[in-house]
C-alpha cells in the first residue's frame, strides 16, 4: 500500500525550530519528487518547498528561503523538512505528496493525513 505519512509538528515560540519527516512506504521515493505543502485556516493550499528525484535540486517558496531546508535519506525512505526561525504566519497543516513528473508539475497524489506546525507565544 503507498502511503506517505507525517510526523513532527508541535507548538513552537517564535524564532524556533522543527524538523518535519515524511515517511515513504510501499514505493521508493528516490525515483519520485518529495514536496511539502501546507494550508492554513482560511487559506488555499501553498507549495512550501520540493527535492527532485533527478538531481536532488532543491525548491522553495520566498516565504521559507533561508529559514526551511529540505533533504531526503533514502536509506530510511523518507523526506525531511528542517524549520528553523519559525514565524507565527508558518502556522498551518504541513503535508507531503509525490510527483513522477516535476517539482512543478499539477499532479502531486499520495497525499499524507498531515502534521500540524503552530508557531505561536
Known amino acids: 500500500q503507498v502511503q506517505l505519512v507525517e510526523s513532527g509538528g508541535g507548538l513552537v515560540q517564535p524564532g524556533g525550530s522543527l524538523r518535519l519527516s515524511c515517511q515513504a512506504s510501499?514505493?521508493?521515493?528516490?525515483?519520485?519528487?518529495i514536496a511539502w505543502f501546507r494550508q492554513a485556516p482560511r487559506k488555499e493550499r501553498e507549495g512550501v518547498s520540493c527535492i527532485s528525484s533527478i538531481d536532488g535540486s532543491t525548491y522553495y517558496a520566498d516565504s521559507v528561503k533561508g529559514r526551511f531546508t529540505i533533504s531526503r535519506d533514502n536509506a530510511k525512505n523518507t523526506v525531511y523538512l528542517q524549520m528553523n526561525n519559525l514565524k507565527p504566519e508558518d502556522t498551518a497543516v504541513y503535508y507531503c505528496?509525490?510527483?513522477?513528473?516535476?517539482?512543478?508539475?499539477?499532479?502531486?497524489?499520495?497525499w499524507g493525513q498531515g502534521t500540524q506546525v503552530t508557531v505561536s507565544s
Open positions: 505528496a509525490r510527483s513522477r513528473s516535476s517539482c512543478f508539475a499539477p499532479d502531486f497524489g499520495s
Open positions: 510501499g514505493f521508493t521515493l528516490d525515483i519520485w519528487h
